[in-house]
């Protein structure tokens, strides 16, 4: 009888830390998806601002959906990717990476000009941002 007990004890440890170990981590914390969401933010956020720039839908979508079909491979359900997506929360939280961004480049995020020097020089650097993005 004991041996039974200490065989259900160890298969309940292992099957506890093997559903541990394939808890994903929050969409937040992956920098592949995380990371390029913020590039889309921030080229919305240049294209809303800059008269002078304008987004490249088509590309701006094509990229999104890849960012989902990326999630979706790595095991996130449409609910917890869209929750992610319209969380408030992160968006505030993606709106303040973005402001730190456009500081590190030594601008104004508040500054319209700033931003369209922002753009301008993302769509010369052929970045991210900048493939999201054309000239007028």
Known sequence: MRMISTLTTAAVLTIGMGCAASAKAA????????DNMLWVALALEISDQCDEIKPRTLKGLLFLNSLKKTAK???????EINDYVKSDEEKARMRNRGEAYVKSMGLNPADTGDLCTLGHAEIARNSQIGVLLKAK
């Open 73 to 79: 491979a790595m095991g996130y359900s449409d609910a």
């Open 27 to 34: 969409l937040r914390d992956v920098p592949k998806i995380d």
